[in-house]
Structures are given as structure tokens and as C-alpha cells.
């Protein structure tokens, strides 16, 4: 029987030396939980001596001395476990810290980090799966900002950009979702609002884009032009909507008007 305990004993004492290597290497590939790592190393190696002490008792050590080892491996024992629960703690906050991140990355503008196209279009097909509840959808388009881009170059254009973007958001708050489709092209999905709260926002936010911008010593002036659909009498899916919306906002931009409402341009058919 001791044979076999000792021989047991020994396979846990390889796979204790085996684990020093894998140990080594994550000290180096993890430099911010480098301390934990050294920690848990050291804690194998009182692991080990306390095996071999285990071996040398099984031989015939003293009694007082198999305590001292016992007490030894228990002492270990706790820490050791401590340790890897603390790091594996650690390594799945990180994980899901870089998960959460990388799923604002695929759902945000880089630039003004309002909501891309892509959470737009989610958005849009969840509320539009449900024909009972109405909702507005905004677009618009900001006028004369090319001219920006070509004139003063696309850093200046970005500023402008941003500076629009803390205005809009000033005047909408959750649960609306303002997103940046790309260019100087933005939308806003309005849940539960009527026309008449889309209207009233709509006019509050040209009021705030044609406000003077002050940027890298220039005075700008950008206009927008802006259309609004309603859910669902102007559209009972994503596509239709925002087809709508869009025809309702060139003709702003053509008739240079504050707004235009899709609905309007239904009923005078």
C-alpha cells in the first residue's frame, strides 16, 4: 500500500513541476497580473515540498513532523485556491470588459459615438415588430457642410461634426436613439412620440445646428434639412420607413423648409 501511495503521490508532484512552465510563460504574457502569477508559482513550490515531505513520511518520518506538513499542504491549500479564484476572477472581468468593448466598437460611429448605422437598423426592425405602437422617425441631412471639408479639410469638418452632435444630443434624451449614418447624414428614433413631439424636436434642433460654430478661428454657418415618418401609416417595415423619411427630407432640403412630414405629403395625394 505504500507503494501505491507514494507512487500516487508522486503523478501530483509532476503535474506540480509541469505547471511551473505554463506559469513562467503567463508572467510574461500577462505583465499586469505578473504579482499573481509569481504568487501562485510560489505557492506550487510549497506544494512540492510539501509532496516530498508527504513522500519522506511515508517512508517512516517522525509523527511531529507529518503534522507540520499536513498543516503545510492545508495552509497552501487555501491560499492556492484563493489565488486562482482571484485570477480567474480577473481574467473574466477582463474578458468581458474587452467583449463589452468590442461590441460598443461594432454599434457606435468612431467619431461622434452616437449609435452607426447598424444598431439604427436593429432598432428599427424591433419596433417595427409591433404594428399596435406608433412611433417617429427622424432624418436629416446637414446643408452646405461639404463646402467645410473642402475648404477648411476634413479635421476642421470633424470638430463640426462633434459639435452638432453635443447639440442634437442636448435635446434628446433616452429612450429616443440618435445614430450618425455616415457622412454628415443623421437619425432619430422617437418610441412612443407623435407627430407633434417630432415636430416640436425637429424645429428645436435646426434651431441649435444653425447657431453660429465658432471652430479653429472660423465662424460656420450649417444648415440642416430634416424629414419625418410616422409608424406605421408611412411605413410598416425599416425600409419603407426610412424610404419615406428620406423622400421627406430632400424635399427640405428642396423647398429649403425647416421640415417635411411624410404623412402631409400622403394625405395631399
Known amino acids: 500500500m505504500t507503494a501505491i501511495a507514494i507512487f500516487i503521490v508522486l503523478i501530483g508532484l509532476i503535474g506540480l513541476l ?3 512552465i505554463p506559469s513562467y510563460h503567463l508572467c510574461h504574457l500577462h505583465p499586469q497580473q505578473a504579482l499573481g502569477w509569481r504568487l501562485l508559482m510560489f505557492m506550487i513550490g510549497i506544494f512540492i515540498v510539501g509532496y516530498i515531505g508527504f513522500i519522506w513520511m511515508l517512508l ?26 482571484k485570477m480567474s476572477q480577473e481574467t473574466i472581468l477582463q474578458l468581458h470588459n474587452i467583449l463589452e468593448e468590442k461590441h460598443y466598437q461594432a454599434n457606435h460611429d468612431p467619431l461622434t459615438e452616437l449609435a452607426n448605422r447598424h444598431l439604427l437598423y436593429e432598432q428599427l426592425e424591433q419596433h417595427c415588430k409591433n404594428l399596435s405602437k406608433p412611433f417617429s422617425f427622424i432624418m436629416m441631412d446637414l446643408d452646405d457642410f461639404k463646402m467645410i471639408n473642402d475648404n477648411l479639410g476634413h479635421d ?3 470638430k463640426v461634426l462633434k459639435i452638432i452632435t453635443d447639440r442634437i444630443n442636448r435635446l434628446v434624451s433616452p ?10 447624414e443623421f437619425a432619430i428614433v422617437l418610441p412612443s412620440a407623435d407627430l407633434d413631439h417630432a415636430i416640436t424636436l425637429s424645429k ?26 410616422q409608424f406605421p401609416h408611412d411605413g410598416e417595415n425599416r425600409e419603407t420607413l426610412m424610404k419615406n423619411a428620406d423622400i421627406a427630407m430632400y424635399q427640405s432640403k428642396q423647398k429649403n423648409s425647416d421640415y417635411e412630414v411624410t404623412s402631409r405629403q400622403a394625405y395631399s395625394i
Do not use: K
Not at 511531529?64 to 497552501?76: D, R
Open 204 to 229: 428645436q434642433i435646426r434651431n441649435a445646428v444653425i447657431e453660429d460654430i465658432y471652430c479653429e478661428g472660423h465662424s460656420l454657418a450649417v444648415g440642416i434639412s430634416i424629414g419625418i415618418a
Open 156 to 158: 476642421t469638418g470633424d
Open 175 to 184: 429612450p429616443a436613439l440618435v445614430s450618425r449614418l455616415g457622412g454628415d
Open 60 to 85: 517512516g518520518i517522525a509523527t511531529e513532523t507529518l503534522e507540520m506538513i499536513v498543516s503545510a499542504i492545508f495552509c497552501g491549500g487555501g491560499i492556492f485556491v484563493w489565488i486562482i479564484i
Open 18 to 20: 509541469a505547471s511551473l
